[in-house]
Structure formats: C-alpha cells, structure tokens
C-alpha cells in the first residue's frame, strides 16, 4: 500500500501526453538556451520528436517539450531564392552597413532624399546617449561600491 501512495504522489508530476503537431504546422523552437525562434513543423519523428524547418530553411530535429504552438502566421519559403519569408509581427529597427549616414531605413530604399534635421539629430542623440551610457557610468554594487574592470576588458 506505501507503494502505491508513494508511486501516485510521484506519477502525479509526470510528463504529460502532448498534443499532436501536425506536419506545416508554425511553432516556436527552443533554438538555444532562451533563444525561441519560429519554425514550422516539416516531419513527425517517433519519440516525441520533430522535424522543423527554420525560416533560413535550415533544418533541426527537436523534442516536443521544446517545440510550442503558434498562432502566427505561416512560414512561406520562396522557391526561386530559398528565402523565407513570414508577416511580422512588428517592425524591427534595420542596421544596414551602408546607411552611414543617419537616415531611416525607408528613406534610403525609396530615393526622398535624406531625412529631416530634427530626425536626423534626433537619432543621433539616441546613439550617442545609448554609447556614453554603458562606458561613462560606473557599475556599482548593492552596497554602492564601484567595480572596477580590469584593464585587459577596458578599450
């Protein structure tokens, strides 16, 4: 009878029957520690396995315990370039190296010419604001006591 209490209060943890993905399904994958990117199921594996296809059409096997389901929208893989591409779900600040100039990433593909002064200086701001704020403040403790970074780590 201690068995069979023992063994319920443990099985009550147990791993769960997941629900079934079906095949060109979106998901999202546990690509890397707290990485989750979205993909699309491509294969049903036995032992709870997947196949799934990345949006660089990239492949990877995953277990179900890092494969969840998604309600965004599906992945469509261009067959002239392999390019996939998806609907966002926001729009992303682009850094392209060839904006060296401080202009918006629009401004540059649609030839309006360069942006604004007060966007312009605006951006700059934010990059110089951005830059100072990680070399020019001191890091501190809880206690208030500055860290000192050794001198190999300093630029």
Not at 2 to 12: D, E, I, L, P
Not at 25 to 36: A, G, L, P, S
Not at 118 to 140: C, L, N
Request: include cysteine; charge should be positive.
């Amino acid at each position: 009878m201690a068995k069979h209490k023992q063994a319920h209060y443990y099985n009550r943890g147990a791993a769960k029957q997941r629900p079934k993905l079906p095949v060109g399904q979106t998901v999202h994958v546990r690509f890397d520690e707290k990485d989750w990117r979205k993909a699309e199921v491509s294969k049903q594996l036995p032992f709870r396995s997947y196949g799934v296809r990345f949006d660089d059409g990239t492949t990877r096997r995953r277990t179900s315990c890092h494969v969840h389901f998604s309600n965004e929208p599906p992945i469509i893989m261009r067959e002239d370039t392999g390019i996939a591409t998806s609907t966002p779900t926001h729009s992303p600040l682009l850094v392209v190296p060839s904006q060296l100039s401080m202009e918006p990433a629009g401004s540059a593909q649609s030839g309006n010419g360069p942006a604004p002064p007060d966007q312009r200086q605006q951006q700059q701001q934010t990059t110089q604001k951005s830059s100072t704020a990680v070399h020019s403040q001191p890091t501190t403790t809880r206690s208030g006591r500055i860290v000192h970074r050794p001198a190999r780590y300093r630029e």
